[in-house]
């Protein structure tokens, strides 16, 4: 049985190696992503609560890898940040998000918020300030066209160093907005001093809104918390009619997930109200 141990121990040992081989060698194509032109966005209306109009769009990232076709975030973003390669990717993120807003205003869609998610490395990069001042007057964007998801736990990692950065960027007259709220502990105190303009409630919040009256309440309390620290409240993960019902009827201002559209190429954004279960 000591033999057999060590086998299964060897065994598992090399498929880790594997692994390990397999995530080194997507590190080494994502350092040439962004040469390559392999990184792509795409683009998720924000409405207005319940069915439009649409009144911005987030940037979501996308790469289209040589071999394995169209990854996710979720396949690469982890890596990106372990390497530290999201400081040049988001930095490429900014500029092209803030290019397509140019665009998009150019066509006639004024008032319109591009959001752009900042991950935790690059929020705590001192490069995040000089870009986003870079990425807005190279494409002459008036700072409230812009708006920086940070995520809850990314704020509250510390308290300190968020504000000053957040309070540089809204100084900026840059919009902010928390991520997955609801996810991150935040002491009300510190949610207090963030000058943030928009919290987002976690999509986890609103999967089984319907059947789970502890959610509902807590997406009521999420909205008052809103309304008493003046932050607009948009509900994420919007996929059935009776979740669009309900979280308007909780009083959140605006809405995004796949029933109000999906995450599409720029040239397949639609512009006007959305078809309902697009
Ligand atoms: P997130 O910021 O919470 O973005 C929302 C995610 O939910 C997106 O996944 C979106 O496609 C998905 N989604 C939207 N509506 C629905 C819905 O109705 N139902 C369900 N089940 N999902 C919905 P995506 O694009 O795979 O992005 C995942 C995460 O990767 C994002 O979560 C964000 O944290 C990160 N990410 C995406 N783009 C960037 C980027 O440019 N930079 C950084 N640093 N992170 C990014
Ligand atoms: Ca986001
Ligand atoms: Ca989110
Ligand atoms: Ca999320």
Known sequence: SKALGR???CFFEDSMNANVREQLELIQDLRESVDRQELVL???PKVVAPAGPVIGAEALLRWQHPTRGLLLPDK????????????PIGEWVLNEACRQARVWRDAGWRDW???VNVSSLQFSNAGLIPSVRTALARHELPPDALVLEITEMTAMR???DSRTVLEELTAM????????FGTGYSSLLHLKRLPATELKIDRGFVRDLEHDSEDAAIVSAIVALGRTLN???VAEGVETNAQQTLLTRLGCSFLQGFLLGHPVPAED????TPTQGA
């Open 76 to 87: 690469f973003i982890h890596l990106a940040e372990k390497s530290g390669l999201i400081v």
């Open 173 to 180: 007259g840059v919009r902010i907005s928390i991520d997955d």
């Open 7 to 9: 086998n299964c121990y």
């Open 42 to 44: 795409h683009y998720q």
């Open 269 to 272: 954004f639609a512009h006007g």
């Open 113 to 115: 918020t591009m959001a």
């Open 231 to 233: 932050l607009t409240i």
């Open 158 to 160: 510390n308290v300190d």
